[in-house]
């Protein structure tokens, strides 16, 4: 039995940290999971991300630049420009499609963002994108192998969003190799807990310190010198 076309896409918007966004097919449906990038953002800029929750001290510069790579729909981009107004973000992606909808989001929301075309951090340290104080991430990290992956719930949106060779883990091993090749001083991402502990590894063999995790989130840092 085919799955039904997700409501995000019947009705053109998902809810994202308590904004609409603009979604279509070209684009992730922003998932809950996500949200967590920005509580990570907000702690490590010494802001409260909830009602009585004390913020550690501020990590992160008074006007950190920030880049959100594969922005998809822009939603994690433009919260973050809309929860930091004084941080410098960008965001890119490989998909001119999925950069159409994210400045038809930035325009909504009444931000200025620029979105450049860019595999990983390849613009990185060009005019187009400086180097960033934070990469912020949510890559495609699913694994097609495992037992619970629903495909069939999950074929109505961009497979190139959603799936990584090397059990998912394929795109985010090059951007922790870009990272460490750069320096770029902390590296927030997103993946599945179940693939944490390989990261945690494989970051450490390229110089990243783990500094946290929070539920789908994980962040690490490279000592400066």
Partial sequence: MNAPSPKAYNIGY????????????????????????????????GKPYLPGVKPTPRILPPNPIILDVGTGSGCIAITVKKEL???KVYGCDISEKALQVAQKNATKHSV???????HLLEKVNSRELPLPTLVIANLPYVDTDWEWLDKNALSFEPSIA?????????????????????????????????????????????????LEARGFIITFYIPQE
């Fill in 14 to 45: 998902q809810d994202f940290y308590g904004r609409d966004f603009i979604v279509s097919p070209d684009v992730l449906i922003p998932r809950p999971e996500t949200e967590q990038i920005i509580d990570t953002v907000l702690n490590l800029s």
């Fill in 85 to 87: 107004p004084e941080a």
């Fill in 112 to 118: 200025t963002i620029p979105f450049i075309i860019s």
């Fill in 162 to 210: 959603l799936y990584a060779d090397d059990h998912g883990l394929g795109l985010i091993k090059k951007l922790i190799d870009q990272s460490a090749n750069l320096h770029i001083p902390y590296i927030v991402l997103e993946a599945d807990p179940c693939q944490h502990d390989e990261i945690i590894e494989y970051a450490s063999k390229k110089g990243l310190q783990f």
